[in-house]
């Protein structure tokens, strides 16, 4: 059974094929459609520093999408799903961080991640850091999302 998931305030839908249902869902036919809150899933933590170039950023390379530089936004700023601009979300563990950047990759997903508790699947939502260095005990697991504000 596919299985698509509305993200209250993302746009836009994630579809897998056998994924877990979550939220408030519709069976029709061979899809099932779903909708659930920001904070009903985990966040998937990576990090980038745009001052790096490349993959890091669309040029020109020292400001966030919203026109921040990039040394501000250090520990603070993050890049989120499109519809989420302006939002704070608050991690835990990790922090809070207001969204100021988008990027490619950064979505809400289904599929196998390993925590520290071991792999699991479960839907998620890619949020990419804004950070300074290479030493975050935190990135590349799934955190709680403790809140989601406006």
Known sequence: MNVCLFVVGIIGVACHQDAQPIGECIDHGMTTYCEADI??????????????????????????????????????????????????FTFEGVGTFQC????????????????????????HIVFDLSMQGDNFPYAYDLVRIISATP
């Open 39 to 88: 904070t009903d899933l985990r966040g998937y933590m990576s990090w980038y520093d745009g001052m790096l170039g490349g993959v890091n950023c669309v040029e020109p390379c020292e400001f966030l999408g919203d026109g921040t530089p990039v040394p501000e936004s250090y520990g603070k700023m993050m890049a989120c799903p499109l519809g989420l601009y302006g939002r704070f």
């Open 100 to 123: 100021r950047d988008h990027g490619g990759d950064i979505v809400v997903r289904y599929g196998r991640r390993y925590t520290r508790d071991g792999f699991v699947n479960e839907w």
